[in-house]
């Protein structure tokens, strides 16, 4: 996955993941409008058909970049939780 970073600034930033349609892009928003410092976090498709996902998030008290930076550790986290689930109840 590649990151486009479109706009950056200190309550907003706006970029495009190229090669993603919903799956990724619906997890990361999601993650993102748990934190109670972001303020707005969503996504389009620039084209019915295309791969690649622009998304907005507008934080407030914290760095867009932070606020991704934690939403990716938690993905992380919960996806490593999901596989020792996996791993214990396949045994």
Not at 69 to 82: G, S, Y
Request: hydrophobic share 35%.
């Amino acid at each position: 996955m590649k990151i486009e970073v479109i706009r950056s600034g200190k309550e907003t930033a706006e970029f495009r993941l190229e090669g993603e349609r919903h799956t990724f892009p619906n997890l990361l928003k999601e993650k993102l409008l748990e934190d109670k410092s972001v303020e707005f976090a969503s996504y389009i498709l620039e084209h019915p058909m295309g791969r690649n996902a622009k998304f907005i998030v507008k934080t407030k008290g914290k760095s867009p970049k932070k606020a991704l930076e934690d939403a990716a550790k938690a993905i992380e986290e919960d996806l490593d939780d999901f596989g020792k689930k996996v791993s214990k109840s396949l045994k």
